[in-house]
């Protein structure tokens, strides 16, 4: 539905964006995740037509956003950061006039307006004007102006900033149900969004993408994700050195508690492996006590630490990048990013 490949915009000697690959399967919700400045925004923006792309191409729904805008604005809704709202209109006003410029015929206005308030649960507010409305209904006409048209894709770039817990649980929603009928991308900073929202990531640092994957792929992928957390009692020492000798076994560190004589093994496992019955065989057959055991693994907030901290890359789902792993990050603009 959405294909991007080598995107790159420069701002005279400055670039935004370098070679950003891309694709969004129909039906998929892409998390486009990365800090501030990455380059989130300008990728949006070029994807929606709003700012042209120093080299590289984007299609969607089959069409080049640069050679055929108008039939690729037809089939886009797009949500800014900041809501494009006419305050001093009420909300189903705001609608029927959104219809009107996306060019919904007159016949079919009002049922596509209707449909939208409903789906964005505005039915209480669409008599009201749009300036009474708190950020969090503001943000949900800003996405029913999204949706008026009924496109295939719908671009929302962060969608949920400056709202309230409840605000955020009731947009994120929303976003999960229009799944069933368009592909979305969200563009976003906040974690928490992306793992309980998205089917796939992709992350940007400093203008580039440097990985792609599913949440679970990301996470599992990670150098020093997935092990255990195992409290027992013994010659910690020597339980180190066996379960360190297990072929599955990364890592093995000994961490103090404050029950005498206990201590905490926190073992990393080797990627796609399972040492949990062989450290439980290790430590039984040493006579230890074990008191708990919790399997642990890394979360899409330590992929992206690592990820944009340290500027690791991490082979993609997909082998993108040169040599079957992503290209490593450009210089970061701070140009024209929009963030």
């Not at 295939?152 to 969608?159: A, F, G, K, M």
């Not at 309230?164 to 368009?182: C, E, F, G, T, Y």
């Not at 029950?259 to 439980?280: A, F, M």
């Amino acid at each position: 539905m959405i294909e991007v490949e080598h995107l790159s915009k420069t701002y005279g000697s400055t670039s935004g964006i370098q070679d950003v690959t891309f694709s969004v399967e129909a039906g998929e919700i892409l998390g486009f995740l990365g800090p501030n400045g990455a380059g989130k925004t300008t990728t949006m923006r070029i994807l929606a037509g709003y700012l042209p792309a120093s080299s590289g191409t984007v299609r969607i729904a089959g069409y080049d956003v640069h050679e055929q805008s108008l039939a690729v604005r037809q089939r886009i809704g797009y949500l800014p950061e900041t809501p494009p709202l006419y305050l001093d209109m009420t909300v189903e006003g705001f609608l029927y006039f959104v219809a009107r410029l996306k060019g919904v015929a007159a016949g079919d206005r009002h049922r596509r307006v209707k449909a939208a308030i409903e789906r964005c649960n505005l039915q209480e507010k669409r008599r009201v004007l749009i300036r009474k409305l708190s950020k969090g209904f503001r943000q949900r006409v800003g996405i029913a102006q999204a949706i008026v048209h009924d496109p295939p894709v719908i671009i929302l770039d962060e969608p949920t900033v400056g709202l309230d817990p409840r605000q955020i649980i009731d947009v994120r929603n929303l976003i999960k149900s229009l799944a069933d009928s368009h592909t979305i991308v969200l563009s976003t900073h906040i974690l928490p969004e992306v793992s309980m929202t998205c089917n796939r990531v992709a992350i940007i640092n400093r203008g580039q993408i440097i990985a792609t994957g599913t949440p679970d792929s990301l996470e599992a992928n990670l150098a020093g994700g997935a092990g255990y957390e195992i409290e027992t009692e013994g010659d910690s020492a020597a339980a180190q050195q066996l379960i360190k000798m297990l072929p599955s076994v990364r890592s093995v560190e000994s961490i103090s508690t404050t029950e005498t004589n206990r201590y905490v093994l926190r073992v990393v496992s080797q990627p796609t492996t399972e040492p949990g019955p062989d450290i439980v065989a290790v430590l039984v057959g040493m006579g230890l006590k074990i008191y708990e055991m919790r399997r642990t693994r890394a979360s899409l907030e330590d992929v992206f630490l690592e990820l944009t901290m340290e500027e690791k890359p991490l082979e993609s789902e997909s082998g993108v990048g040169r040599g079957g792993f992503l290209n490593p990050p450009v210089q970061e603009s701070g140009v024209g990013s929009g963030e």
